[in-house]
């Protein structure tokens, strides 16, 4: 305490300056080690948890739910003939694996909404920590990807992804995407034929997710060139 009392007041510049320099080494400690992708999930539940109490919203979701409970059976090849609301008469969007993620859903608690959001909050936390991964292999800096990543987790702009139970396609291009980015530069730095497989798989997942993805393959020709 003698330091304390020898500057005489608390709130110097230099008392200041050294408790923002223990507030930033503190990041990078956690931005270094594996805890920084517990903290992306504590703060991912902080912000979305509270969707677990909210029912369906009566836009589409009820439709999802409707068809769902008409009698249909669990499984993937079920998806594939279905659209995105899981209806059979094919009017609005295909997208098979939200579709198979919805007939998961449904065998574990039937039309509770608790598994529909649990699901959709899994998937936007393993995106941001797919997110955090291919920024550092990006070459940003790990604070740096860090705080990017956290501000992707909290960002507003994803609530409606987060909390609509039919905004999984979202979700869902949005990890496989991310992943078909990390497993292709695993490959041009890699090679192997096994790396190129998942490469693809990765990719197939992300249009059978949203249709959208089909111009992935622009992204992945700017990947390749800019290298």
């Excluded at 997942?205 to 993805?213: D, I, P, R």
Aim: proline share 3%; glycine share 8%.
């Amino acid at each position: 305490f003698r330091g304390l009392s020898s500057s005489g007041n608390l709130n110097s510049p230099e008392l200041k300056r050294e408790g923002m320099k223990c507030k930033f080494h503190l990041l990078e400690e956690i931005s270094s080690k594996r805890a920084a992708y517990l903290v992306i999930m504590l703060f991912a539940v902080a912000v979305y948890s509270k969707s677990f109490s909210a029912g369906f919203s009566g836009l589409d979701d009820t439709i999802i739910i409707k068809n769902l409970d008409a009698g249909t059976e669990v499984g993937f090849s079920e998806s594939f003939r279905r659209d995105a609301l899981l209806s059979t008469k094919g009017n609005t969007f295909y997208r098979p694996l939200q579709g198979f993620t919805y007939l998961v859903d449904y065998s574990i608690l039937g039309v509770a909404p608790l598994p529909y959001h649990v699901t959709n909050l899994i998937l936007h936390i393993l995106t941001c920590m797919s997110l955090f991964y291919l920024l550092k292999m990006l070459g940003f800096d790990r604070l740096i990807s860090f705080l990017m990543t956290i501000l992707f987790t909290v960002h507003p702009l994803f609530n409606q992804a987060v909390s609509w139970i039919p905004g999984r396609g979202d979700l869902l291009i949005g990890l496989f995407g991310i992943l078909s980015l990390i497993t292709l530069m695993e490959y041009f730095e890699k090679r192997g034929f096994f790396r190129l497989v998942v490469h693809l798989s990765m990719f197939l997942l992300a249009v059978f997710s949203k249709e959208t993805a089909i111009l992935f393959p622009i992204i992945y020709a700017l990947v390749y060139c800019f290298r």
